[in-house]
């Protein structure tokens, strides 16, 4: 009989997609360490690298270094290719490519798919990848021809193609890296704040991609009667929709009419309001400057960056569903309602704690982290939250403190960048010993809050 000891080791769902994004953004490390991944040719420091690998596996978008002038083209396509593996999942892109070389896909591997897509159930899960996939293309695609159209008449046919690739599937992917810093490090899309095909194309492949693929799905398999479709889609659509239009009042009735976006004309208020309404959740572009933005300004973009998109997308943070089923149980206990409900269903007991433990985590390694930084590297309060807030939501928005930061506080950063897209309770799971489960429920006693 098999022991302890000899019996092989089988890694948890959690654990594999753990290790899997580590193993990817140690790879992405050392190809942007060769010379040639950089202008100059020559090595890129392994911290540095290390940070841009997660920043890019990750989809995040925070850079120690503009990624137009100190990468080569060699070494934008490697973080376009990470940004497309991160964005998709690694288990999806390795599926695909079996799919692709005729490889029998095994019922761990559909496991797997599943956990990393969000999908509710397995069957059917390889079709489903092909139509995740399929519509990838298009709307990567898509994006790109659009873009391609206002950047090659103002850099050329080459160039401007290469960028309106990279920016579609940045976008898309919710990364938020830019190859704009010709105009200017670290400048992202401020050159085309008023432009309205760029934009438009920008914020529309940052909510594709933030909605989420299982929400795609279910649109696509009830068209246009959303009253048949799965509560989770519900949710994102009508959370999706109150957090586009409510903070676009704020920013257009409020922000840009202070006196600091003076110079800016109404077009270009709008479009800038619009846009950094969309951006948050989590692309990381911006066509504003955020350092000129108000107190209340930063403060609803750093909870737009915590909210992040939705389960099952290319976005990060703590999930519109998430959000949806704290309000839905607050105004259930305001009503002194029993159950919390929502379109005529009722949400699980477990589901509302889960949501409770992810926003207690995240908000404590966001405001933990920040004070870190703040004690390092002797930072204002409000610049190292946002920057927090922006790295574990997998954001890329930056108040340009990043790049200025020490060794200590860029491995923090990491660390959020990380914790953000493998999710929280995923990293909880992988750490946490499946075996340790208490056997029976303790006697229940009376416990007075508030």
Not at 226 to 234: D, E, S, V
Not at 295 to 309: D, E, H, N, R
Not at 419 to 439: H, K
Request: aromatic share 12%; charged share 15%.
């Amino acid at each position: 009989m098999p022991t302890k000891s000899n019996v092989p080791h089988r890694f948890s769902p959690a654990q594999i997609i753990v290790l899997g994004f580590f193993v990817i953004i140690l790879s992405g490390t050392v190809l942007l360490m060769l010379p040639f991944s950089t202008r100059t040719r020559t090595i890129t420091p392994f911290l540095d690298a290390l940070f841009t690998a997660t920043s890019a596996t990750c989809v995040t978008g925070l850079v120690v270094y503009d990624t137009w002038t100190h990468w080569s083209l060699f070494g934008q396509f490697v973080i376009l290719l990470l940004i497309q593996i991160g964005g998709m999942g690694f288990v999806a892109v390795a599926v695909a490519i079996n799919m692709l070389r005729g490889t029998k896909i095994g019922l761990r591997q559909r496991f797997l798919m599943q956990e990393t897509s969000g999908l509710p159930q397995m069957a059917g899960i390889l079709r489903a990848t092909r139509t995740i996939f399929f519509y990838t293309a298009l709307f990567e695609g898509l994006g790109a021809v659009v873009l391609s159209f206002r950047f090659v008449p103002r850099y050329g046919p080459l160039r401007g193609l290469w960028y309106g690739v990279f920016h579609s599937i940045s976008a898309f992917c919710n990364a938020g890296f830019d190859l704009m810093g010709h105009g200017g490090t670290f400048s992202s899309m401020t050159a085309w704040v008023d432009d309205p095909a760029v934009v438009l194309t920008l914020s529309v492949l940052i909510i594709i991609g933030g909605l989420g693929f299982p929400t795609w799905l279910d649109l696509r398999e009830h068209r246009r009667h959303l009253r048949r479709c799965r509560l989770q889609t519900k949710l994102i659509i009508g959370t999706t929709l109150v957090l586009l239009a409510l903070p676009f009042l704020f920013f257009f009735f409020y922000e840009f009419r202070l006196p600091q976006w003076a110079d800016y004309t109404p077009g270009q208020k709008f479009w800038a309001a619009l846009f950094q309404t969309v951006t948050p959740r989590t692309a990381g572009f911006n066509t504003v400057d955020y350092a000129l933005f108000s107190g209340p300004g930063l403060m609803l973009t750093v909870f737009l960056m915590l909210v992040g998109g939705s389960p099952g997308s290319t976005a990060g943070g703590v999930k519109t569903t998430t959000l949806a089923a704290v309000f839905l149980s607050v105004r259930s206990t305001l009503r002194r309602r029993r159950d919390v409900e929502a379109f005529g269903r009722r949400l699980e007991d477990d589901i509302l704690s889960r949501a409770t433990v992810l926003i207690f985590v995240y908000l404590l390694l966001f405001l933990c982290a920040a004070a870190l930084i703040c004690m390092i590297d002797g930072v204002p309060l409000s610049a190292a939250l946002f920057e927090t807030a922006s790295a574990i939501g997998t954001v890329g928005l930056s108040l340009g403190l990043t790049p200025t930061l020490s060794a200590p506080s860029h491995v923090i950063l990491i660390f959020l960048m990380y914790f953000g897209r493998v999710g929280g309770l995923t990293m909880i799971y992988a750490l946490a010993d499946p075996n340790n489960r208490t056997p029976g429920r303790r006697p229940q006693e009376q416990v007075t809050v508030g």
